[in-house]
């Protein structure tokens, strides 16, 4: 069962206006040292100062750098630069955004959820997690006392109406506004215990499953043994909760990005290529512009790819002959959506068992992934000898049926944009 419940939340106080665009901040892990430069001159209050303490990201850094962090948050509410909630809330969060000319709003809300081990009870991840991040984490955990962002948490309401529900119960302006990147986010804080419960109620025999943030989840798993080892767990502490932002499996404005791949010295032909892919793969070649490329790919066919190359002003699109057949042999390690699964299909046969045997000349393939078809077109125009892959998204099915069948999913297989930002709401753990 899903525990959902309000929590008293820690948030920026609010002296003139609404607008905190001056102290919000993309996640850390996406963050460099210039980056995090130009977010304190906006304001020398604005979360990376707390939330990011060590560069680079995602690596552990000294503790005293860590401890400088919590003592800084706390002086922030010590000294009313931060408030924290005088009852619990629930709060309702929003992004809007443009994506390929379109508008797009992305509704959902802020709560603590009950902390479970993965694969035990309701909640379900689908990314492996490693070391350097988790590390990091826990020493920011330790220090502060806080989860400073969210776990991006999915859940399935084929007909959307907790969402619906609660948006309903909003009105006036938006307690917070706050900007990044071009990605408006709007937040109002719902202190009235009847919606907060009806909410908590509605979310009872959901299935959570983790979009974004594994490592932040793990590490309040983590956080939460390391509080019952010291005797300081008790079954009411904020610790057995972590903060996250739940959005409905069925809203519009949910959003998932392909993440393409560039495999660097690659010396082949894209004609070369053509020919080892047939046996397995119906090719032709699109000869259009190249913005296009994308777009031709995903009318070819639902597992399609589009191959371009350093050497070649072509785009080389393959479509799978028998989608189901690729990697029949991985039938009793991996269910059918996961074998299926593009970047599967790419990773394990197209490179794998074609691409490197025949071309692959150092021990390992360095790759590097992008977002934009249109920077894989630059990057490979950049850089000799480069195999750009053009992917197609993640279905959102296949996340919660690989999730539920307790399997991952290769890596970088998703992405779902935007971000959530980073400092609207804290969720303390003391």
């Not at 296949?398 to 069948?405: E, F, G, P, Y």
Request: proline share 6%; with cysteine; glycine share 6%.
């Amino acid at each position: 069962m899903a525990v959902v419940e309000g929590f008293r939340g820690i948030r920026y106080s609010l002296t003139t206006g609404n607008d905190v665009s001056d102290r919000i901040a993309p996640p850390y892990d996406v963050l460099n040292e210039q980056d995090k430069a130009n977010l304190l001159k906006k304001s020398p209050n604005n979360i990376v100062a707390v939330d990011l303490p060590h560069m680079p990201p995602r690596s552990a850094g000294p503790e005293a750098l860590y401890k400088a962090a919590g003592e800084t948050l706390h002086q922030w509410l010590a000294t009313g630069v931060m408030t924290r909630e005088d009852k619990p809330a629930l709060y309702v969060y929003q992004q809007r955004y443009s994506h390929q000319g379109q508008e797009f709003t992305r509704r959902g809300f802020i709560a603590r959820l009950r902390l479970e081990p993965f694969g035990q009870g309701c909640v379900f991840p689908h990314e492996k997690t490693y070391g350097g991040p988790k590390e990091d984490r826990m020493m920011l955990t330790k220090f502060s006392r806080v989860n400073m962002s969210q776990v991006f948490c999915l859940f399935d309401d084929e007909t959307n109406a907790i969402t619906d529900s609660l948006y309903k119960k909003i009105s006036g302006e938006p307690t917070y506004v706050g900007e990044i990147d071009g990605v408006k986010n709007e937040v109002w804080v719902v202190t009235d215990p009847a919606v907060i419960e009806s909410v908590s109620t509605g979310m009872k025999d959901r299935k959570i499953f983790i979009a974004d943030g594994h490592h932040r989840y793990t590490t309040s798993l983590n956080y939460r043994e390391y509080l019952k080892e010291q005797g300081k767990l008790t079954d009411d502490h904020p610790a057995n909760y972590v903060g996250c932002m739940f959005v409905s499996m069925s809203e519009p404005g949910l959003v998932i990005l392909p993440t393409h791949r560039c495999v660097q010295e690659m010396n082949l032909s894209l004609d070369d290529l053509a020919q080892a892919l047939g046996e397995t793969f119906e090719t032709k070649w699109f000869d259009g512009d190249k913005t296009q490329a994308q777009a031709a790919m995903l009318e070819y066919g639902e597992l399609a790819f589009a191959f371009v190359h350093s050497g070649d002003t072509r785009v080389l699109l393959a479509r799978a002959k028998n989608p189901t057949g690729l990697l029949a042999d991985l039938e009793n390690e991996h269910i059918l959506a996961w074998r299926t699964l593009p970047v599967a299909v790419l990773h394990q046969f197209v490179l794998e068992r074609i691409v490197y045997p025949k071309w692959l000349k150092t021990d390992q393939p360095a790759i590097e992934y992008f977002h934009l078809a249109e920077e894989v077109m630059t990057h490979i125009q950049e850089r000799p000898s480069v195999l750009g892959v053009l992917v197609p998204t993640t279905r959102i099915e296949a996340v919660r049926d690989i999730s539920l069948a307790g399997e991952l999913m290769p890596q970088k297989s998703t992405f779902f944009y935007p971000k959530l930002a980073t400092g609207l709401i804290i969720h303390p753990l003391f």
